[in-house]
């Protein structure tokens, strides 16, 4: 950074260093960690040889953001997050069953 600055403008220089850490400290700072929406008390699995089931989940807009036990997860429990404890049971994040029944989809296959 000295190439940019003269070697007797000092005060510019440390002006310009403070600058650019307040603004990098500021990032960290503005980003909110709570999450949307808190699943507790629950069993996911997850496919990850690290972590294959975990009890909790946070959820962030469209993502999941955080994936681990309960404790882990109640620090991501905001004033505005929604909580609900599964009570142990099993949840499978994104599966979607399309309700096909074993006849309608062999008449469609057939049709094509």
Wanted: aromatic content about 4%; hydrophobic content about 45%; charged content about 20%.
């Amino acid at each position: 950074m000295q190439h940019l600055f003269r070697r007797s403008d000092r005060t510019t220089q440390l002006l310009a260093t403070s600058t650019l850490l307040l603004a990098f400290l500021r990032c960290g700072i503005a980003k909110d960690p709570s999450a949307d929406l808190v699943l507790l008390n629950g069993k996911f699995v997850t496919l990850d040889a690290k972590l294959p089931v975990a009890a909790a989940l946070a959820i962030k807009g469209d993502r999941i953001t955080v994936v681990g036990s309960d404790k882990q997860i109640e620090r991501h429990i905001g004033d505005e997050t929604k909580v609900i404890h599964l009570g142990g049971k099993l949840a499978i994040p994104g599966f979607i069953e399309g309700h096909g029944h074993f006849t309608e989809g062999v008449t469609s296959l057939v049709e094509v």
